[in-house]
């Protein structure tokens, strides 16, 4: 982190090992923004020397104050389940997003780009959708893709394994698929 960055917060709120609510303010006296050593130092994290900057992430990563658990994570501990969030409009992980998917390819193959043919349109998509069962191809492929992470596979990993052998392996994450992104 560069002197004088920007930090999206005003302040780092968390709860100690001691259950005592701890906070940390990211801006010093003159206003302007702590680097991510100071808030490091305090924060009381031992931070090697010669640390390079991806490791100073890493370190500061693991501390109590950047590890979010919400109720639902919090409960599903309490009763030995794992919580798995997944992107909410993630095309493999969310199903609706199928149904949106092959609805607008219908209608797209099928109208003659007036507005009672889309209106007339719509409905048929739905039917074309439960006719072929298409719905039981986006549920076998949520649970194959949310069993492919529970084993460690990222998200490189499941895209070509249940997309395309083709992409690239800069993505990291489906918010950046791109045409860029997959070879011809």
């Known amino acids: 982190m560069q002197p004088g960055g920007q930090c999206p917060v005003d302040a780092i709120e968390y709860v100690d090992d ?3 609510k701890v906070t940390i303010e990211c801006y010093d006296d003159d206003g302007e923004s702590k680097d991510l050593l100071k808030l490091a130092e305090e924060l009381n994290l031992h931070i090697p020397q010669n640390c390079k900057l991806f490791e100073l992430k890493e370190i500061v990563s693991e501390h ?4 979010n658990v919400s109720k639902l994570e919090k409960l599903g501990a309490k009763y030995g389940v794992k919580i798995i969030f997944s992107p909410k409009f993630h ?18 193959k099928n109208t003659y780009q007036t507005f009672q043919a889309l209106v007339s349109l719509m409905e048929e998509a739905k039917e074309n959708f439960t006719e072929r069962d298409i719905h039981l191809k986006l549920f076998r492929r949520f649970w194959r893709t949310i069993k492919a992470y529970s084993e460690g596979k990222d998200y490189l990993e ?10 690239k392996d800069k993505i990291l994450s489906h918010r950046k698929i791109t045409n860029a992104n997959i070879d011809d």
């Open 18 to 20: 001691q259950n005592v």
């Open 91 to 108: 095309c493999k992980t969310n199903p609706i997003e199928g149904f949106w998917c092959h609805s607008k390819q219908f209608i797209r």
């Open 158 to 167: 499941v895209l070509t394994t249940f997309f395309s052998g083709l992409c």
């Open 64 to 67: 109590a104050a950047f590890k």
